[in-house]
């Protein structure tokens, strides 16, 4: 008697973005070109973000002051 698989591996082969087919090679760790596109669309227009703290314009005024420069 086999034992099925953990739900861990089912997950881990699911589309990332859909979660409704596996994913395939060519287009790991989608499950296909359409749901790869999707995400980088998401990059791309911001759709993903990380959080941070909300700008302090008394700091960004103290910055400028100070004459420093990146870049």
């Not at 698989?5 to 760790?29: I, N």
């Not at 669309?41 to 004459?67: F, Q």
Request: charged letters at 30%.
């Amino acid at each position: 008697m086999s034992d099925p698989k953990p739900p861990e591996a089912t997950k881990a082969s699911l589309c990332v973005l859909c979660r409704r087919g596996p994913a395939t090679p060519a287009f790991h760790p989608f499950c296909s070109r359409r749901c790869a596109d999707l995400d980088l669309a998401r990059w791309l227009g911001d759709g993903y973000r990380i959080p941070g703290r909300a700008d302090d314009p008394d700091e960004d005024a103290e910055y400028a002051a100070s004459g420093e420069r990146t870049g």
